[in-house]
């Protein structure tokens, strides 16, 4: 069992195997320091608790970052990505228009501009 926090520095190098079996032995450690509790454990185990829980977080962020990071390399260059892979932004924003959106014509559009195109006039200058 593990007796001292757990350093997220350390959790960055370990593989995904290491990482699920450091969670299952911080969980079952906290399964036992809970029983100890509910029997009339000792002050200093019931501590101890806290740091556990704050452990089995810093492990299971560190998975979830790892496997983010997998998911973006998959999706990379791919049309499109997950909802939760997106970048979050506001909702009026994502909903606007794309640049490439905006400058499209219709065809309507299209033929005006080029049947009658703004007139150009020459501005005698006064001296």
């Known amino acids: 069992m593990s007796t001292s926090k757990v350093k997220s520095g350390q959790l960055w190098g370990k593989s995904k195997d290491d990482l699920k079996k450091q969670l299952v ?16 454990g000792a ?5 101890k608790i806290h740091d556990i829980r704050k452990s089995i977080a810093r492990v299971l962020t560190v998975i979830n970052a790892n496997q983010r990071a997998q998911l ?7 049309k499109y990505l997950p909802l939760d892979l ?3 932004q506001t909702r009026a924003i994502r909903r606007r228009l794309s640049k ?8 309507k559009a299209k033929k005006k501009h080029t049947h009658f ?9 006064e001296v």
């Not at 450690?29 to 509910?38: A, F, I, S």
């Not at 002050?43 to 501590?47: E, G, M, Q, R, Y």
């Not at 973006?72 to 791919?78: E, N, P, S, T, V």
């Open 72 to 78: 973006r390399l998959f999706y990379k260059g791919k």
């Open 100 to 107: 490439e959106e905006k400058g499209v014509k219709t065809l």
């Open 86 to 88: 997106r970048p979050k």
């Open 117 to 125: 195109p703004m007139r150009k006039y020459a501005i005698k200058a």
């Open 43 to 47: 002050a200093s185990k019931l501590t």
């Open 25 to 40: 032995d911080l969980k079952t450690e906290l399964g036992q320091l809970r029983t100890q509790k509910v029997t009339g």
